[in-house]
């Protein structure tokens, strides 16, 4: 239902929430871009403020993944050498939290950094996945979806 929504009423926000982490399900419909979409885990669904916050983050284009779903893509197994493995520790957990939707702000918080050092990061993170500043392209998604690829 959720990919139909997406391929016949592009830019309708969508916010999931399952019983079930569906990595191949988020997969497909990150496809086409993590803009206004958020897949959430229900169990996970217990603090009203972080709900309501990650329903506004979906509706004004962001997105919002569940940490435990990032975590299930991070640890799938993979093969040769990929994009990521340019990327410092610090850098991946930079990516891993822009996949939850979290704004750098947020990253900050979450890190104790200050916001312009995650901005560095970030900066850093499009340089090493060879992501060039273009006026059709969203760098910050297409990171998030290089780093969900690579973990699948």
Known sequence: MAATIRRDCPGTAVLLLSQYIETDSVLDLLRDGADHLGYLLKDRVSDIDDFVAALRRVACGGSAIDPDLVTRLVGRPHRGHRP???????????????????????????MFLGERTVEAHVRSIFVKLGLQSEPDDHRRVLAVLTYLRAES
């Open 84 to 110: 990521l493995d340019e990327l410092s520790p610090r850098e991946r957990e930079v990516l891993r939290l822009m996949a939850e939707g979290r704004s750098n702000r947020a990253i900050g918080a979450a």
